[in-house]
């Protein structure tokens, strides 16, 4: 375990708002950003019309009916879950709560613990429930991309009943496609995918409105009046269609922790510009079809096409659930980026993918760990409708776990009178429990799933994080203050020898651990010491001339000095070349080094698992795994291998 893991979680930089759209040259910038939101984002909910109404109508062996009290109480249902939690919760409020540019619920908890300030066990509360709710995420980007296109895939047997047997296969095949081609970068993705949802949309636009020309009627089930019926009528029904009803919903909390990637402004118009009308319509369609077939219920979406546009409509829907699970695949980069910085996740690899957005990552033991997931889920389940009883459950758990966040910075920090928290609380969030509460019923039949995940998810990002404190606070002890050692040295006679001695460290105000081991088992100093501590900031660079502070340590003459290096999300760690340009500078005595010839020392901790209080010894064994997995510091900070020497102590955990 080295330096790395002792300032993960430090904030950064403040990322001005806008700053999306600002870095993305005016019109036609937020063009080519709502284009790739809409090729990202939207790909989750946008394609929940292939099997939110199939699964409202077979639920609990075809509880609701295809009448017309049913139908249009179902689909006055739909359009105002629609409205109301994507609409009007995230598009309109919750995209407003970023933290640093970043969305998602653990960007959300850490805003939510950023305006408690001193109130800590508050805070720490707060925190608590962020992660828990970024854990069933992770537990949601599992399912999601294994639903949507073994939904997909199946349109095959409608449209050619003899291919039911290559389902799976193709599906397996996409997929691994799918996770192979992120190492290329979520712009570059979106750029592609965008097109293709854009020709979706219209597609499941023009499919509805043919069948709403039919039967115009449909159009009054969008009153809430037609739900209210439903509910007083078969409130038992009701409740049971809630559990499927929530699935026109899925993807929003995708749109929320993929705004890092693509900004506020795009995602919203891309949404009431184009996604709203296209889903209502096309659930317009289905609730019109259903009404005048009722066979239809085995499959409305794609009965509701002519015989001879199911094929090529099996193709399109087949890119537009790949981008379905790109949404969910991208916004578990987020989390996990944010997960790292806040602290709860060991340092992973994580690259940037592009020169303008701080959000687009690429995290590869992520991408890996949730292909072997959603490939393992879709070869155990097989089916769509078998997948839907484990769906809904870590979604609506997320809802309001986003909620409740939400409520707390609308008070305490947007000043929200106490009447428009009861409004959102009440209508909004008595909705999200009740998709909760109807969604609990599958836990037996499936959902346990997301919640085993989610709650492993949990634990491991508890166990880092109460681990990393005993490791930080004990391993401070050990490093002492560096402004006492630097004391230290000036009055002892220990031998200074020729040469450099480069030390990463996270901080100026304690000694690393490699340099107070080389003093004491040694009884040598370098000539030159440069301890050296990285910042990383939300830009995409920092100039170079901005990029480095030097400090002295309070003496010119001594040899020891401390150089703090700033970091835009796009620039290059490089640490050797960083001090090559301040060599050349010749401003500073105590920098006349040569870093190519220089050693440099990482100061590595030795964890020994012990029963000293703090954890539990599975989590002590837990988080020692993590730690000993965790990426290398010299990878990241481009440390010569042949120069590289690694010291530290052991610390008792």
């Not at 946008?46 to 062996?61: E, M, N, R």
């Not at 040598?524 to 301890?531: A, F, K, N, S, Y």
Request: no cysteine; hydrophobic share 50%; proline share 5%.
């Amino acid at each position: 375990m080295t330096d790395s893991a002792h300032v993960t979680g430090a904030p950064s930089a403040k990322q001005p708002q806008g700053s999306h759209s600002g870095a993305s040259g005016g019109r036609a910038g937020q063009l080519a950003l709502m284009l790739g939101a809409l090729g990202v984002v939207y790909g989750d909910i946008g394609t929940s019309p292939l099997y939110a109404l199939q699964t409202v109508f077979s639920i609990d062996h075809g509880a609701v009916r295809p009448t017309s009290g049913d139908v249009y109480g179902v689909i006055s249902m739909v359009f105002w879950s629609v409205t109301l939690i994507v609409s009007v919760k995230y598009v309109v409020f919750i995209l407003r709560a970023d933290n640093d540019g970043e969305g998602g619920v653990m960007a959300l908890a850490a805003l939510v613990r950023r305006v408690l300030g001193g109130v800590r066990g508050r805070a720490a509360a707060v925190m608590a429930l962020g992660v828990f709710g970024a854990s069933l995420f992770y537990g949601d980007s599992v399912i999601t991309p294994a639903i949507s296109v073994l939904s997909a895939v199946e349109g095959l047997k409608v449209a050619t009943p003899s291919l039911s047997h290559v389902v799976v296969p193709v599906a397996a095949t996409i997929l691994t496609l799918l996770f192979v081609a992120q190492r290329w970068g979520t712009h570059r993705v979106g750029s592609l995918f965008g097109p293709v949802m854009v020709l979706w949309f219209s597609a499941i636009a023009v499919a509805g409105v043919q069948e709403v020309v039919r039967r115009p009627g449909i159009i009054t089930g969008l009153s809430p009046t037609y739900a209210g019926a439903f509910v007083l009528d078969h409130p038992y029904i009701a409740f049971i269609a809630m559990g499927a009803v929530v699935l026109s919903i899925t993807g929003a909390e995708a749109l929320y922790a993929d705004m890092g990637h693509f900004g506020r402004r795009p995602i919203r118009r891309a949404w009431f510009a184009v996604v709203f009308p296209a889903l209502t319509l096309n659930y317009l369609g289905q609730g019109a079809l259903i009404l005048r077939d009722p066979r239809s219920i085995a499959n409305p979406f794609f009965l509701l096409l002519p015989t001879w546009a199911r094929v090529p409509m099996v193709v399109l829907a087949t890119l537009a659930t790949v981008i379905a699970s790109q949404a969910v695949i991208t916004g578990a980069f987020s989390v996990s980026r944010q997960a790292v910085r806040l602290g709860f996740l060991p340092f992973l690899r994580i690259r940037h993918t592009s020169p303008r957005e701080v959000g687009q990552v690429y995290v590869p033991a992520v991408n890996w760990i949730l292909f072997v997931g959603v490939l393992g889920l879709m070869l155990g389940f097989r089916s769509s409708e078998r997948l839907a009883t484990a769906y809904g459950v870590a979604v609506t758990a997320t809802l309001i776990i986003t909620t409740v966040l939400f409520l707390v910075v609308a008070r305490a920090h947007w000043g929200w009178a106490v009447w428009k928290l009861v409004v959102v609380a009440v209508v909004i969030g008595g909705a999200e429990v009740t998709y909760f509460a109807a969604n609990l019923t599958k836990v037996a039949h499936g959902g346990w799933l997301p919640l085993l995940i989610a709650v492993s998810v949990f634990t491991i990002m508890k166990t880092w994080e109460r681990g990393r404190e005993i490791v930080t606070e004990r391993r401070t002890a050990k490093e002492g203050p560096l402004p006492e050692f630097v004391e230290t040295l000036r009055g002892s006679d220990v031998v200074r020898v020729p040469g450099t001695a480069v030390f990463p460290h996270p901080t100026k105000a304690t000694t690393p651990l490699a340099l107070r081991a080389n003093v004491e088992h040694n009884q040598v100093v370098h000539e030159h010491v440069v301890i050296v501590s990285t910042v990383g900031e939300n830009v995409p660079h920092v100039p170079v001339a901005e990029r480095a502070s030097v400090d002295d340590l309070g003496y010119r003459d001594d040899g020891i000095v401390h150089v703090t290096l700033r970091y835009g999300f796009q620039d290059e760690q490089d640490i050797p070349a960083a001090l090559r340009r301040l060599a050349s500078d010749r401003t500073n005595a105590e920098l006349n080094i040569d870093p190519d010839q220089a050693s440099y020392f990482l100061s590595k901790v030795t964890l020994q698992v012990t029963r000293a209080p703090g954890m539990r010894m599975w989590r002590k064994r837990l988080f020692l795994a993590l730690a000993n997995n965790a990426a290398s510091p010299a990878e990241r900070f481009n440390l010569p291998e042949l120069r590289l020497v690694v010291m530290g102590s052991q610390v008792d955990i």
